[in-house]
């Protein structure tokens, strides 16, 4: 380390490197403003760093102790879409390699949409298997939203290549051939049910997305199908799109 690092030097070298413990004492004694600043900004970061770090570790224990039984092949499901009023149900089933590691993953809903972006793109990089299903409005309005939910997680499973065990979030699929958990909040407490509520909510929201293109004024993009002042005053001014589902909005009627 030189004699005296400028402020400017510091900065880049905290944000860069993983300084050793002979620098940080050295920077530690400097006594400019500015590099006691750096300083705390430092170890933020790292106190920020140890906690997704702990996170991530707590959420895998479900894994963990399947694996502990020679179990390989588990799949986390999770489906996004149940309280909108427009649009499908979308439900992901994710099968995760045991080395899987994505500090910061998390229920979709508590991640940002450039985050949930992010990690989409890793998960089904790095996933071992992964597939989506589908139940749109109209089948909703048919079977009710929870037997729909079920359905889109049944077609997700069945589109993997090998289960042996799944991790389900809240949800009992006893038609399943396969052992598996529902989990209270799943998709805070597995890595697997958290990867499948990210691609389950990137997928649906692509879809609303492409559905705005088509509808609008219902800002389907914004509101993801979900009943705010715009998409009802919408409704009230220009009727239902095929995409609504209509059992839904009897209580709005």
């Known amino acids: 380390m030189k004699e005296k690092w400028m402020i400017n030097e510091i900065k880049q070298y905290l944000t860069e490197e993983q300084p050793t413990e002979e620098v940080l004492r050295v920077l530690y004694q400097d006594q400019r403003k500015g590099v006691q600043t750096l300083l705390k900004q430092y170890e933020k970061r ?12 707590t959420m895998s224990q479900n894994e963990k102790k399947l694996r502990n039984k020679g179990i390989t092949y588990i799949a986390g499901v999770d489906e996004v879409g149940r309280g909108p009023l427009a649009g499908p149900v979308v439900a992901a089933a994710v099968v995760l390699p045991g080395d899987f590691q994505l500090l910061g993953i998390n229920d979709s809903k508590k991640l940002s949409k450039k985050k949930r972006e992010l990690f989409y793109q890793y ?13 749109d409005a109209d089948e909703i309005d048919q079977i009710n939203i929870l037997q729909a939910s079920k359905k889109a997680m049944y077609q997700a499973l069945r589109k993997l290549n090998q289960v042996e065990h799944v991790l389900i979030d809240a949800v009992n699929l006893k038609q399943l051939e396969m052992p ?60 239902l799109t095929p995409y609504h589902r209509k059992s839904f909005l009897k209580s709005y009627s």
Do not use: C, W
Not at 123 to 135: E, L
């Open 46 to 57: 790292q106190q920020e760093a140890q906690a997704q770090q702990d996170l991530f570790e």
């Open 123 to 135: 998960i089904t990089k790095y996933a071992i298997d992964y597939a989506v299903g589908i139940v």
């Open 180 to 239: 598996y958990d529902s989990i209270i909040k799943g998709d805070q407490k597995s890595i697997s049910i958290a990867a499948a509520s990210i691609i389950a909510k990137v997928t649906r929201d692509d879809m609303m997305e492409k559905l705005h293109q088509q509808y609008p004024l219902y800002a389907f993009d914004q509101n993801s199908g979900y009943g705010t002042k715009q998409h009802l005053d919408a409704i009230n001014g220009h009727g």
